[in-house]
């Protein structure tokens, strides 16, 4: 059974992770490339991410492919707007993971669905 003060705890931590911005640069990687380069898959990995080494491995992955798509001009504007995540932002998101789990990644997948400024963008033009 968690005691109140290890919920309190945990509670506080993934307030932490879900405000910080190494986090929020994760997020907005897999949002750009699950959203807008319509590539799900991203979506259904991290759900079943459950090693702090393919959390990396994803993350590096989706990198190398934002790379490959900004030489597209379809991708290339929006793709250049996004600030990508530094091997520190890798490292911080790496230790929410190890404190956190299941919980962070259940946080992590909802920023990663969060509307971004691109998606408002849209939203503008198709109203």
């Known amino acids: 059974m968690v005691s109140q003060s290890q919920e309190e705890f945990s509670r506080d931590s993934l307030l932490e992770a ?5 986090v929020k640069r994760v997020a907005n990687i897999f949002h750009y490339l699950i959203v807008h ?15 702090g080494a ?3 491995e994803l993350i590096g992955r989706a990198l190398r492919n934002l790379d490959v798509l900004s ?3 379809n991708y290339k504007k929006d793709i250049s707007k996004l600030r990508l995540p530094s091997k520190k932002d890798e490292a911080t998101v790496l230790k929410y993971y190890n404190d956190l789990r299941m919980d962070f990644i259940k946080a992590l997948s909802g920023l990663v ?15």
Not at 18 to 22: E, G, R
């Open 113 to 127: 669905l969060a509307s971004c400024p691109l998606c408002w963008g849209e939203r503008e033009v198709e109203g």
């Open 18 to 22: 879900v405000k910080d911005q190494s």
């Open 54 to 56: 393919k959390l990396l």
């Open 37 to 51: 380069a319509d590539i799900k898959q991203y979506y259904y990995e991290l759900k079943f991410i459950r090693s």
């Open 71 to 73: 030489r597209d001009e």
